[in-house]
């Protein structure tokens, strides 16, 4: 089989320990042809991204500023400093982009993800996301887009500024299912996060996977728009790990690394496994043919 994580972030410093490590078992793991989207979040992590993409032939570069980043300083030119890394790299992909609610109404003001970050207002991320966007869409790269409780910010501006033409990542998606036809139309594929599968139990390799998930009532919402085919079509569905962040659940754990010296939990990419068994169970699908199914839609959204 060959795998491919369609969203992480192997150039955050909580991986850099350990990226020896990390490529041995993504070499072993996803086969020769496995590849993963390696998303930059600010000019300042650019270079490192551009970097991985040069020493591992599995890295495909995205670079973006993330709605986190929205309200951080950066410098001037900084959109130009981005025309200038996709130019020169036709792999190069244009993320990690989006809108983000979430920190501005929900996130606790002492969350420690969010220690030292300016949290700028919607307008101002929209301010940010739209160029990005607008890059994407005359360069016709693939974006990978982030969106937090922002679905009603999100969508009329998709619907009324042009899109890549072959389309853009809703990365880690937990919206409502009655946008996924109208995202879809628009453009969009759906990445799958085994974080998604918090209280289930993991199947044993020998049983029938369809219908073995029981998620909790906290999962059910954000498992039931990948579970029905009728939600998110074959052809729209990637696979990611977001490492890294967003941990799946212990039991769902191939690939384990340190915490970071802070003591914050580090995702390792090779539990991209996880996200494969998992949605596989949740579409009553054998393993090997959603890699199948995710290889082709992933070489129809990033390229070969």
Same mark, same amino acid.
């Given at each position: 089989?060959?795998?491919?994580?369609?969203?992480?972030?192997?150039?955050?410093?909580?991986?850099? %320990?350990?990226?020896?490590?990390?490529?041995?078992?993504?070499?072993?793991?996803?086969?020769?042809?496995?590849?993963?989207?390696?998303?930059?979040?600010?000019?300042?992590?650019?270079?490192?991204?551009?970097?991985?993409?040069?020493?591992?032939?599995?890295?495909?570069?995205?670079?973006?500023?993330?709605?986190?980043?929205?309200?951080?300083?950066?410098?001037?030119?900084?959109?130009?400093?981005?025309?200038?890394?996709?130019?020169?790299?036709?792999?190069?992909?244009?993320?990690?982009?989006?809108?983000? =609610?979430?920190?501005?109404?929900?996130?606790? /003001?002492?969350? %420690?993800?969010?220690?030292?970050?300016?949290?700028?207002?919607?307008?101002?991320?929209?301010?940010?996301?739209?160029?990005?966007?607008?890059?994407?869409?005359?360069?016709?790269?693939?974006?990978?887009?982030?969106?937090?409780?922002?679905?009603?910010?999100?969508?009329?501006?998709?619907? /009324?500024?042009?899109? %890549?033409?072959?389309?853009?990542?809703?990365?880690?998606?937990?919206?409502?299912?009655?946008?996924?036809?109208?995202?879809?139309?628009?453009?969009?594929?759906?990445?799958?996060?085994?974080?998604?599968?918090?209280?289930?139990? =993991? %199947?044993?390799?020998?049983?029938?996977?369809?219908?073995?998930?029981?998620?909790?009532?906290?999962?059910?919402?954000?498992?039931?728009?990948?579970?029905?085919?009728?939600?998110?079509?074959?052809?729209?569905?990637?696979?990611? /790990?977001?490492?890294?962040?967003?941990?799946?659940?212990?039991?769902?754990?191939?690939?384990?690394?340190?915490?970071?010296?802070?003591?914050?939990?580090?995702?390792?990419?090779?539990?991209?496994?996880?996200?494969?068994?998992?949605?596989?169970?949740? =579409?009553?699908?054998? /393993?090997?043919?959603?890699?199948?199914?995710?290889?082709?839609?992933?070489?129809?959204?990033?390229?070969?």
């Amino acid at each position: 089989m060959s795998l491919h994580d369609a969203h992480n972030h192997l150039q955050d410093d909580a991986l850099a %320990p350990h990226l020896e490590r990390i490529a041995a078992a993504w070499t072993d793991l996803a086969g020769p042809t496995g590849r993963m989207v390696v998303n930059g979040t600010h000019p300042d992590d650019w270079p490192r991204v551009a970097a991985l993409a040069a020493k591992y032939p599995f890295v495909l570069p995205a670079y973006g500023l993330h709605p986190w980043d929205a309200g951080a300083p950066r410098p001037q030119d900084w959109l130009e400093q981005l025309r200038t890394l996709l130019v020169a790299d036709p792999r190069a992909s244009v993320g990690e982009i989006g809108l983000d =609610r979430w920190i501005l109404d929900t996130a606790r /003001t002492d969350d %420690p993800r969010l220690a030292g970050v300016r949290r700028a207002p919607m307008e101002e991320q929209i301010a940010v996301f739209l160029p990005q966007l607008a890059l994407a869409a005359e360069l016709d790269r693939p974006a990978s887009v982030h969106c937090l409780h922002a679905y009603p910010d999100l969508l009329p501006l998709l619907r /009324t500024h042009p899109c %890549p033409h072959r389309g853009f990542l809703l990365h880690a998606y937990s919206g409502p299912s009655d946008l996924i036809p109208e995202l879809a139309a628009l453009g969009a594929y759906f990445s799958f996060n085994p974080n998604f599968l918090a209280n289930t139990t =993991r %199947p044993p390799a020998s049983s029938n996977l369809i219908g073995y998930l029981r998620p909790g009532a906290a999962g059910t919402k954000k498992l039931a728009v990948f579970s029905a085919s009728e939600s998110i079509s074959a052809e729209r569905l990637l696979c990611e /790990t977001d490492a890294p962040a967003m941990l799946p659940p212990q039991q769902w754990r191939t690939h384990k690394l340190p915490p970071a010296a802070d003591g914050t939990p580090v995702n390792h990419p090779g539990n991209i496994e996880a996200a494969y068994a998992g949605l596989s169970a949740l =579409r009553g699908m054998e /393993t090997s043919d959603l890699s199948a199914l995710v290889a082709d839609n992933f070489t129809r959204l990033f390229g070969r």
